[in-house]
C-alpha cells in the first residue's frame, strides 16, 4: 500500500541551484497534482496532470516546471531555486475524468524545502 | 474565480467540547466539496466530502453538510477529542479537477 511517494523528505539548496522533487503513484491515478503549503497561504496549486504527456499550471507556476512521461511519475523541477521558495511541498493524484468532480486526492507526506 | 474561505485558527478547545469550523465558498457550477485533515508532520488526509447540494459527509464523528443556499460546508463534531488535534481544511473541486484549498483552521484540543 504505498500510495503517493515522494522523495526526499527533506531538502536544502543554495540560490541558484536546481533540483528535482520525486513523486511516484501506484494506483493507476490520472490525475496528479503539485501544491507548496506556506504559513497562512493553505496549498496553492503549481502544476497538475490530467494524463501521461498532458500538463497544465495551476495558481503559482512560476519557476518550476513539470513533465508527465508516464502514469506513475510526475516530478517537479526547480529551475533556479531561490529563497521565495522555502515552502512545503505536497505532491497528490486521483483518478480522473471519469470520476468527475468527486474523487478525492491522496497526498504524499510532503518535502520541506529551504532555500538559503 | 473559485475560493474557499475558512474561520481563522487557533481553535481551542477542551475535551468533550462542541466543535464547530466554519466554511464558505465561491464557485461556478456545482462544485464537490471535501474537508481534509492534516497531522503534524504528514500529508493531508481526506476527512468526508459532499457532491452534491444537501448531501451530509460523515466520518469518526465529524459531519459537513453542502449548503448550496448559503455557499457552506460547515464542520462540525459533538465531543472532540485530544486526539483530534490537527490542522483542518476546506477544499472544493471544480469541473476543471483542481482542489482549491481554504488556508487551514489549527485545532487544539486539551485534556
Known amino acids: 500500500n504505498a500510495g503517493v511517494t515522494q522523495t526526499p523528505k527533506f531538502q536544502v539548496l543554495k540560490t541558484g541551484q536546481s533540483m528535482t522533487l520525486q513523486c511516484a503513484q501506484d494506483?493507476?491515478?490520472?490525475?496528479m497534482s503539485w501544491y507548496r503549503q506556506d504559513p497562512g497561504m493553505g496549498l496553492r496549486l503549481i502544476h497538475y496532470?490530467?494524463?501521461?504527456?498532458?500538463?497544465d499550471q495551476g495558481e503559482v507556476p512560476n519557476g518550476y516546471n513539470v513533465s508527465r512521461s508516464t502514469t506513475e511519475d510526475f516530478p517537479l523541477r526547480l529551475l533556479s531555486a531561490a529563497p521565495s521558495q522555502t515552502s512545503v511541498y505536497f505532491c497528490?493524484?486521483?483518478?480522473?475524468?471519469?470520476?468527475?468532480?468527486?474523487?478525492?486526492?491522496?497526498f504524499g507526506n510532503g518535502t520541506r524545502l529551504t532555500v538559503t | 474565480g473559485n475560493s474557499v474561505t475558512q474561520m481563522e485558527g487557533p481553535v481551542t478547545l477542551s475535551e468533550e467540547a462542541f466543535l464547530t469550523i466554519n466554511c464558505t465558498y465561491t464557485?461556478?457550477?456545482?462544485?464537490?466539496l471535501f474537508w481534509y485533515v492534516q497531522y503534524p508532520g504528514e500529508g493531508l488526509q481526506l476527512l468526508l466530502k459532499?457532491?452534491?447540494?444537501?448531501d451530509k459527509g460523515s466520518n469518526k464523528g465529524f459531519e459537513a453538510t453542502y449548503r448550496k443556499e448559503t455557499t457552506s460546508f460547515h464542520l462540525e463534531k459533538g465531543s472532540v477529542q485530544v486526539s483530534d488535534s490537527a490542522v483542518y481544511f476546506c477544499a472544493l473541486r471544480d469541473s476543471s479537477y483542481k482542489l482549491i484549498f481554504g488556508s487551514g483552521t489549527r485545532l487544539l484540543v486539551r485534556p
Open positions: 464557485a461556478t457550477g456545482y462544485p464537490s
Open positions: 459532499a457532491t452534491k447540494a444537501d
Open positions: 496532470s490530467v494524463g501521461a504527456g498532458i500538463t
Open positions: 494506483m493507476n491515478h490520472e490525475y
Open positions: 497528490a493524484s486521483s483518478y480522473g475524468a471519469e470520476w468527475g468532480g468527486n474523487s478525492p486526492l491522496h
